[in-house]
């Protein structure tokens, strides 16, 4: 059906377009040829509209349609007026009227031969005996030397016919194909285009508003933690030197307290650092740094990485923060008693999946923690699924493209 009704419509439109197209370009001195020009873009925008849509049906998708030119706030009656014929979509909707005309008839012809083979072929049995009492007729078999007769001629064309049934699929699957290819290169090739230049500008101010607060966040642990333990130690030392000379029990004491204040110091800086590519990834890869991730968490961890490989540094980084982000979750909110990681490579993707068998209700809204992961995930087109109910257990899967 795509491609017998697409031969009435090719028709069409190619007689509309190529109408308006030598009327408007034999007019233009006149400039009676603009406004023809435009409608003739108009008339291959609607031509358009309806392959788009028939389409669907042979390619099995959503086909995006294009953005068309709209005229600027305040423009003028010819600025509006030539507004259709602006940008490159237009034009592209004309020459797949002309263009796919050509295609169109050869489709069509091959159709209608193909089905015509297969349907004649297989009854011919049931009209030969017609042409085999014709006088003097002479049928295909006796032609190419099978002999004369309703016998011969009847097998014969039933085996043409098995034949053309047997292939009929796969040809008019192929003609559909060919034709509605055409369409998807020419009719949404740019909206295609404009669909992935989006999806890359907002996965990078994904990936920047994450990487802005991940140092936000970084900065402000540093300002109410290391950096306030490090001004309370110097003042403490401070003291201790005065101390020194007067009372050594006292100053004594004073350093025995610096020392713990500098160990409660070092270890909020490593919880920080969790947060910085530690050089463990760097140098040795995803699988050592996630089995240091697991050991430091409160939580027990079973790591299962099922890959080797190395990846390109931002891949593995977004793996790292990623699993860091949700373990830090997990030990915070969770009240779990077990925490699975499991990173595979399936095609051209990493697959990390985190669980935990504590209370569930984790989720993506803006403002929770996850929310962060989901937009780091986004700067590499990557994707996030959550699934945690109410009392659990929680289930993180982080897609991260590696091709």
Known sequence: ??????????????????????????????????????????????MGEIERVRMRGVLGTEVPRPRYPQSPPGAGWFRKTLTP?????????????????????????????????????????????VFANIPDNQGLSELIGLGHGYVPESLLNVFFGVVAALTLYPVIRGCALLQASLGKALLTGVAQLQERIEDLTEGRNAAAY???????????????????????????LSRAQREL???????????????????????????????????????????????????????????????????????????????????TNVAKHSRAELCTITLVRIGDSLMLTIGDDGVGGAHVAKGHGLSGLAERLRGVDGELAVRSPAGGPTSITAEVPCG
């Not at 000379?245 to 713990?260: F, N, V």
């Open 1 to 46: 059906m795509y491609l017998l009704v697409g031969f009435p419509l090719a028709i069409i439109a190619f007689c509309l377009i190529v109408t308006g197209l030598s009327a408007g370009a034999g007019m233009l001195i006149v400039w009676i040829g603009v406004p023809i020009l435009v409608l003739t873009a108009l008339v291959a925008r609607g």
């Open 85 to 129: 014929l602006a940008g490159t979509q237009p034009w592209l909707d004309i020459l797949h009227a002309l263009v796919g005309f050509p295609v169109a008839i050869v489709t069509f012809c091959v159709t209608v031969a193909w089905w015509s083979m297969a349907i004649a072929g297989l009854t011919y049995p049931l009209y030969g005996w």
């Open 210 to 236: 994450a990487e802005a607060n991940a140092l936000r966040r970084l900065e402000r642990d540093i300002h109410d933690g290391p950096q306030q333990r490090l001004v309370h130690l110097a003042m403490e």
């Open 245 to 327: 000379e007067k009372d050594a029990s006292a100053a004594q004491s004073t350093i025995g307290k610096a020392i713990t204040a500098t160990r409660e110091t070092l270890d909020e800086l490593r919880a920080l650092s969790r947060g910085i590519a530690p050089p463990i990834l760097a140098d040795r890869g995803l699988a050592p740094a996630l089995a240091a991730l697991a050991s430091r968490c409160t939580v027990p961890v079973e790591l299962d990485v099922q890959t080797e490989e190395r990846f390109p540094a931002l891949i593995e980084n977004t793996v790292y923060f990623v699993t860091a982000e949700a373990l």
